[in-house]
């Protein structure tokens, strides 16, 4: 079993959900990333979504591509995101790595390359936003033979029929996109995430995280209610984009931002 | 265009494009404005200032044109923010792309609507000459004006097909915009096709002096044809192609754009090696009455 499939079938012994925190490696340095890392896990993180920085991040929206623009100035490569995977493994063994971006930077690496580099770094698992399941092949076979699970968008616009295509394809969770939008958008509505769960968990055996749109203790808790994991973002960017000159300033409000969905969640 | 803005009327009532040049923004806003669509126009910033006259066309036409600010500030970046646009407005929004490029199926479409160009070269051959030509040069930037004119000859062999990227300053540096001749395959914008990307996969930045060729990608179907060697591609630099600019509009009195410049330029150096007998067709994708100030600017002149 995965270190992620571990994680949620813990969790739910529990009774608890997944926090999913999601920084942009390299942002605002990638100095501060393996630091920061460590604070997301200190402030309840239970899986760590790294982004590997694109120079044309079409899915995200202003606060991501700025955190990718960021990371790019000082030349942040998927090489080096590996190594600050690696780096924080030495003192961490348990906490998933799931690392998400667009194709392009694989696709320059190599599949295989990247695969067995990325399983030697102690990465979990992948979240390629645009490789979707009908052109995923021989690729997806390349991330399972490493080890690597594939995480898959589930959005409020995906039909019935494509999510039990994806349900074949995913596994560790899957992550449902909880508006029509960019990363960053608008506030979600609980009830209609709680609809679109119903059918997608009817076809999909992974558990769901859903992210977009969550901002505050509010919202984690709400959507904690009704998904497997909750998973965060731009609230946490938007931290790291006002302090980009005082890195450690950065890790303490992010992490205080992390701590407060925690515990909110939690209760 | 107005076919496929049609479909649109049935189930949306707001159009958004992306564009470089801005011939097809002007396009989009034309029939917009014709069937009562609402319509947004994505544009790089840096675009927006050296196509003025068409971005002004659009207005008048009651489109919005969005200056893009991401990134580059060019046609990659209109595209990354239409995209970003469009599925966020997904409920009432079609987005119509501006080239052969793009997720499935947008490639296949625009090269079936853009196929009239071929269909009606060929057409023209045979009622003009009787015969088809030897060959056909169009200009590629994403590539949807050579794709138009290629498709319809992809199985007459006889015809060579010969696109011409966007060379810039030449090609021994990254101040061009040919990923044909010299990039390599790589994902952008849903599709897989050749790229100007750095060694880490990064996307560069592009140099042309014509906004419309300035994209880093290439539709697939260009890729293809370039691997199965059914078509060439070569490229004419910024020199070379306002050198070209000003023979059409002083021999023929033509004013092309100078997207077409770079067709025109290669055109004749074809023609130098063929003997007169032979027969050329170069695609004049746009005309050169957005262009007169980024001439005039290159002359020293103020228009």
């Known amino acids: ?267 | 265009m107005v076919r496929r803005c049609w479909l649109s009327t049935l189930v949306r009532k707001k159009i958004i494009a992306e564009t470089g040049a801005g011939q097809h923004g002007v396009a989009t806003a034309t029939v917009a404005a014709r069937l009562g669509l609402e319509c947004t126009v994505f544009m790089g910033s840096t675009d927006v200032e050296r196509q003025k006259l068409n971005v002004y066309r659009m207005k008048l036409l009651g489109a919005k044109v969005v200056a893009v600010e991401s990134g580059t500030k060019t046609l990659k970046d209109a595209m990354n923010d239409a995209m970003r646009h469009w599925v966020t407005h997904v409920d009432d929004t079609f987005y119509i792309i501006g080239t052969a490029a793009g997720p499935h199926p947008y490639p296949m479409l625009v090269r079936d609507f853009q196929s009239i160009i071929g269909r009606e070269t060929i057409r023209q051959c045979d009622e003009q000459i009787g015969r088809q030509p030897d060959a056909v040069v169009a200009c590629v930037g994403g590539g949807s004006n050579a794709i138009g004119m290629f498709y319809p000859y992809l199985n007459n062999r006889d015809v060579r097909m010969v696109g011409v990227e966007a060379g810039g300053y030449g090609l021994f540096g990254n101040d061009h915009a040919a990923p044909l001749c010299k990039g390599r395959p790589g994902v952008l914008h849903g599709n897989r096709t050749y790229l100007m990307e750095d060694e880490n996969g990064q996307i560069m930045g592009t140099h042309s002096v014509s906004a419309g060729l300035d994209y880093p990608g290439v539709g697939p179907e260009h890729a293809w044809l370039k691997d199965v060697g059914r078509a060439e591609y070569v490229a004419s630099t910024d020199e070379e192609a306002l050198a070209a600019f000003r023979d059409l509009t002083r021999i023929e009195g033509i004013m092309p754009a100078l997207e077409s410049s770079h067709a025109i330029a290669h055109g004749m150096k074809m023609a130098k090696e063929m003997s007169s007998d032979q027969v050329i067709v170069i695609n004049l994708s746009g005309r050169g009455d957005k262009d007169i100030h980024t001439v005039a600017e290159i002359d020293g002149l103020e228009v």
């Open chain 1, 1 to 267: 079993m995965s270190r992620i499939s571990s994680l949620f079938a813990e969790l739910e012994k529990q009774g608890k959900k997944a926090l999913i925190p999601y920084v942009t490696a390299g942002d605002p340095n990638p100095a501060v990333t393996v630091d920061m890392m460590h604070g997301l896990v200190k402030a309840g993180a239970d899986i760590i979504e790294l982004g590997v920085p694109f120079s044309d991040p079409m899915a995200d929206g202003p606060t991501i591509q700025l955190a990718c623009e960021r990371a790019l100035e000082h030349n942040t490569s998927l090489r080096d995101v590996l190594a600050m995977v690696a780096e924080f493994r030495q003192s961490n063994a348990d906490t998933p790595v799931v690392l998400m971006g667009y194709l392009n930077p694989v696709e320059a690496m190599g599949y295989e390359t990247f695969a067995k580099a990325a399983h030697e770094s102690g990465v979990d698992g992948v979240l390629m936003v645009d490789m979707p399941p009908e052109e995923s092949g021989e690729n997806a076979q390349i991330f399972s033979d490493n080890e690597l699970d594939i995480i898959y968008l589930i959005a409020p616009t995906t039909t019935n029929e494509r999510i039990a295509e994806i349900a074949k394809f995913s596994s560790g969770y899957v992550y449902y996109v909880s508006i029509k939008g960019v990363t960053g958008s608008a506030s979600l509505d609980v009830a209609d995430v709680e609809q679109n769960l119903v059918r997608i968990r009817e076809r999909v055996n992974v558990p769901v995280g859903v992210g977009f749109g969550i901002k505050d203790g509010v919202t984690a808790a709400a959507v904690a209610k009704v998904a497997d994991g909750v998973i965060v973002g731009s609230a946490l960017v938007n931290k790291i984009a006002e302090n980009a000159n005082q890195p450690d300033q950065a890790i303490t409000e992010v992490t205080a931002v992390l701590a407060e969905m925690r515990t909110a969640m939690d209760a």
